[in-house]
């Protein structure tokens, strides 16, 4: 069987003109389901003529199996001459943009692809997700992990079996969420669209369930909402090799996921500008250094809340440069002392061009406008000073 081909489709004008496909590579050897769960336009055709001077195959269209009315269509790609192709089509009737397709298949080696198609165009054929779930490290194909399908028609569960495969069959056609649950192994969530009788393919891969997680309480023993919670990798001359972060939600939980195994250092803060949404000093996990094993490893640190920063009001006004009143009001953007980290601010100036925002005491920043460029200006909340951006 030849390897399949996209095919890119586009109708003509006039109703007799030949429906063109262009046919880049795409799925290998699809199975007959397969293909047409990834199609729109599924047709038996035997090719005619070719256009000039591209060489294109204008196919007689022998039979129709799903999406397509016009009689002949162009598929741009060499195929030979007197020849019959099965295509599998993402696209159909009408004036399309071009799209993509899902193969051209030679009629003598389709056998299995026209039987299919039998059953498929009478409502016969199955409804059905298969796939196989294989260790992201190398590791191979992993057994008895429990599959959860889910959708507004219902929910599917199943066991993977020892080549780490899985089938499930009769299911109602549409869009499904697909989960992956082991103990010891990340869950991993995918979304799948199966069409009536056809069937789509899964490959899941899960690794190790490796976090660090705990419980950040305030002094007096309340949970600590909001706390930026971070591991951070030292890598080679001071620079940084990774950082992972999670933020406390309304019980003052955190739980960093899916951490490569390593030595990390594990703070609050300790990575990038204290924020208004998270204002505290940077603080490190007693002892500082954590390692992280390979495999599974869920390691827990509970600790208490260190000092938040006071959150003051920065005000300032937008000028002209001779230091009249500008009536320009254009959003300002908000960044750290280093620009690497962005403050998710909105802030717009009135008609007077004052604007204020809120900031963490003693913290530098830098505030400057967008579309309307002003000069870049550098401040520390709570020195009692106005900002004063003058337009450029």
């Known amino acids: 069987m030849r390897n399949a081909a996209i095919l890119t489709i586009l109708t003509m004008a006039a109703m007799w003109t030949p429906?063109?496909?262009?046919?880049?590579?795409?799925?290998?050897?699809?199975?007959?389901?397969?293909?047409?769960?990834?199609?729109?336009?599924?047709?038996?055709?035997?090719?005619?003529?070719?256009?000039?001077?591209?060489?294109?195959?204008?196919?007689?269209?022998?039979?129709?199996?799903?999406?397509?009315?016009?009689?002949?269509?162009?598929?741009?790609?060499?195929?030979?001459?007197?020849?019959?192709?099965?295509?599998?089509?993402?696209?159909?009737?009408?004036?399309?943009?071009?799209?993509?397709?899902?193969?051209?298949?030679?009629?003598?080696?389709?056998?299995?692809?026209?039987?299919?198609?039998?059953?498929?165009?009478?409502?016969?054929?199955?409804?059905?997700?298969?796939?196989?779930?294989?260790?992201?490290?190398?590791?191979?194909?992993?057994?008895?992990?429990?599959?959860?399908?889910?959708?507004?028609?219902?929910?599917?569960?199943?066991?993977?079996?020892?080549?780490?495969?899985?089938?499930?069959?009769?299911?109602?056609?549409?869009?499904?969420?697909?989960?992956?649950?082991?103990?010891?192994?990340?869950?991993?969530?995918?979304?799948?669209?199966?069409?009536?009788?056809?069937?789509?393919?899964?490959?899941?891969?899960?690794?190790?369930?490796?976090?660090?997680?705990?419980?950040?309480?305030?002094?007096?023993?309340?949970?600590?909402?909001?706390?930026?919670?971070?591991?951070?990798?030292?890598?080679?001359?001071?620079?940084?090799?990774?950082?992972?972060?999670?933020?406390?939600?309304?019980?003052g939980n955190y739980a960093i996921r899916r951490v490569e195994p390593g030595e990390y250092e594990l703070g609050i803060n300790i990575f990038g500008t204290p924020l208004p949404s998270s204002p505290h000093v940077p603080a490190y996990w007693p002892g500082r250094k954590v390692f992280v094993p390979e495999g599974a490893a869920q390691l827990r640190h509970d600790w208490v809340e260190p000092e938040r920063i006071r959150i003051l009001m920065v005000r300032g006004r937008i000028v002209r440069r001779d230091g009249t009143p500008s009536p320009e009001r254009p959003k300002l953007t908000l960044s750290g002392s280093d620009f690497r980290e962005p403050v998710d601010m909105e802030i717009v100036p009135d008609v007077e061009g004052w604007f204020q925002f809120p900031y963490c005491q003693g913290q530098r920043f830098h505030i400057q406008g967008q579309l309307v460029t002003t000069e870049v200006k550098e401040g520390i909340a709570g020195d009692g000073k106005e900002l004063v951006l003058v337009l450029i």
């Open 19 to 251: 429906l063109l496909l262009a046919c880049p590579p795409c799925l290998e050897k699809p199975s007959p389901c397969e293909a047409a769960n990834h199609s729109r336009a599924i047709l038996l055709g035997t090719v005619v003529r070719k256009t000039m001077p591209r060489g294109d195959a204008v196919l007689r269209v022998d039979h129709a199996y799903e999406g397509v009315s016009d009689p002949e269509v162009v598929v741009a790609a060499h195929l030979s001459l007197g020849e019959q192709y099965l295509v599998y089509a993402n696209g159909g009737i009408g004036r399309l943009s071009p799209i993509h397709c899902r193969g051209a298949v030679d009629a003598a080696d389709a056998a299995d692809h026209l039987e299919f198609l039998r059953h498929y165009s009478s409502g016969a054929s199955k409804t059905e997700l298969s796939g196989v779930v294989l260790r992201n490290d190398g590791g191979g194909a992993i057994k008895g992990v429990r599959m959860v399908l889910s959708s507004a028609a219902g929910t599917y569960e199943t066991e993977t079996a020892g080549d780490g495969r899985f089938v499930l069959s009769g299911l109602a056609p549409g869009e499904y969420k697909i989960e992956g649950r082991l103990p010891g192994f990340d869950h991993r969530r995918t979304t799948f669209r199966v069409k009536q009788g056809a069937c789509a393919r899964a490959v899941v891969a899960m690794e190790p369930d490796r976090r660090v997680h705990g419980t950040v309480r305030t002094l007096d023993g309340q949970p600590a909402t909001g706390v930026r919670v971070q591991l951070v990798q030292p890598g080679k001359d001071g620079l940084v090799e990774a950082v992972y972060s999670d933020e406390t939600d309304a019980d």
